[in-house]
């Protein structure tokens, strides 16, 4: 199984040369030219060399090794739990005698177990140690990073009602609007029903937050205390059920009652130019005959 890819190991390798070479040139011309004024040049320089070369060679060492470190970072509450885990049975084991030490186990794994507050809160934070991993997947599998190969950084989670809460610091190369598209993907490797990211901060771009769902708890049965208030005495009055209307009623409303025009001549006549556009053509308009009908409007309608 591949921990550290190679993509990140080379990056990894040229960031930590760079280090060095920036390190170990801006140290030592600063310690030389701080030598220099207590003691000859040429000696400053070795100074400035014996100097800046070791805190480059620190400097490297730190680059280099980011990569393991950050992965220790991921498994940071699973090594912590496992060595507390160890310390605590062998602390236990050594200083008490086998049956007790027996009673003491049943009693730390069976309390929890039996107690349903306690065992709900013990599987929601299991669950943000999952959740912390499976996003990490996520990033490393099919959401597109930068061209070092290095993952957002995934700080912590906390359980919520309804699922997770997961605090995330974005790599250059990703933004808010490139997770939104891929929501549907992370809820599946989540194992969650819907995944919602949003920004964390105003000032900072790179600080989001993503709210995993796993359940709704808005359909649960809640228990009123309004009912304990009421006399079971309580004579019960039976009421007629409402007339539920059936159509639009509105009495009060006095909606006007319109009418077209009644047509007085055929449907094909044309109504008669009128008397000024005649004059605009420069012939003299002729005079309106008693047996041409009035123009009936509805054909123009």
């Not at 890819?5 to 140290?27: C, D, K, P």
């Not at 005698?97 to 809160?121: C, D, E, F, K, S």
Request: aromatic share 6%; glycine share 6%.
């Amino acid at each position: 199984m591949t921990v550290i890819e190679a993509r990140v190991h080379r990056s990894s390798a040229r960031n930590a040369r760079l280090a060095f070479v920036m390190t170990a040139v801006i140290v030592g011309l600063l310690a030389a030219v701080v030598a220099a004024s207590y003691m000859h040049p040429i000696l400053a320089l070795f100074v400035g060399i014996g100097v800046g070369v070791p805190l480059g060679g620190i400097v490297w060492v730190l680059v280099r090794i980011w990569p393991v470190i950050r992965l220790l970072w991921w498994w940071t509450p699973e090594i912590g739990l496992a060595g507390l885990l160890l310390v605590g049975w062998v602390q236990l084991a050594s200083h008490t005698p086998t049956l007790v030490t027996l009673l003491v186990v049943a009693l730390v794994v069976g309390v929890p177990a039996g107690v349903p507050v306690i065992r709900r809160q013990i599987m929601a934070w299991g669950w943000c140690l999952v959740v912390r991993h499976r996003l990490r997947v996520c990033f490393a599998q099919f959401i597109i990073a930068n061209q070092s190969g290095s993952l957002p950084l995934i700080l912590w989670a906390t359980p919520t009602p309804v699922g997770e809460r997961v605090w995330v610091y974005l790599r250059p190369g990703l933004s808010v609007k490139d997770l939104e598209g891929r929501l549907d993907k992370i809820a599946v490797t989540c194992h969650a029903s819907t995944v919602l990211i949003e920004r964390a901060s105003d000032g900072n771009a790179a600080y989001v937050r993503f709210d995993i769902k796993r359940r709704e708890v808005l359909t649960a049965n809640v228990g009123s205390p309004l009912v304990d208030v009421i006399d079971p005495a309580t004579p019960t009055v039976e009421q007629a059920p409402p007339v539920v209307p059936t159509a639009l009623d509105l009495p009060d409303v006095q909606a006007p009652t319109i009418t077209l025009p009644k047509q007085q001549g055929t449907s094909g006549s044309k109504p008669a130019k009128p008397a000024a556009t005649a004059a605009a053509n420069g012939s003299k308009p002729a005079a309106a005959s008693s047996s041409v009908p009035d123009d009936d409007v509805s054909d123009w309608i």
